[in-house]
């Protein structure tokens, strides 16, 4: 099996920079902003649509109390939980576009 490749921030910007005739500093910042918005409207609503590209949405996990006694399914041992702050996932769902761009049905 072969190693997967990651592109980075600095290649996005370099693709931008050639689309746009942006400096990549220039596109490099203007993504950084780009994802500084979605994430500052996330804050504030549950989900952000980006058009042709997808949707972002957040889902709320509440805190546990913990204190509840539980058993380890491979051990048999009991133990009593412990309490878990509590946390926010992000999820990004594409689009058909931005799916039908990379050769997926």
């Known amino acids: 099996m072969a190693a997967s490749k990651t592109a980075k921030t600095t290649d996005i910007a370099e693709h931008v920079a050639k689309k746009t005739g942006l400096t990549p500093k220039q596109a490099r910042e203007s993504i950084k902003a ?6 500052m409207l996330l804050k504030k609503n549950d989900r952000v649509s980006v058009t042709g590209v997808g949707v972002f949405s957040k889902t709320v996990k509440p805190a546990q109390k913990g204190g509840k006694k539980a058993k380890n399914p491979f051990t048999g041992e009991e133990y ?21 761009s990379l050769g997926a049905k």
């Not at 780009?34 to 994430?39: E, I, K, Y």
């Not at 009593?80 to 039908?100: C, E, N």
């Open 80 to 100: 009593i939980t412990k309490p878990k702050p509590a946390s926010t996932k992000v999820k990004f769902r594409p689009g058909k576009g931005f799916k039908s």
């Open 34 to 39: 780009t994802f500084d918005g979605v994430a």
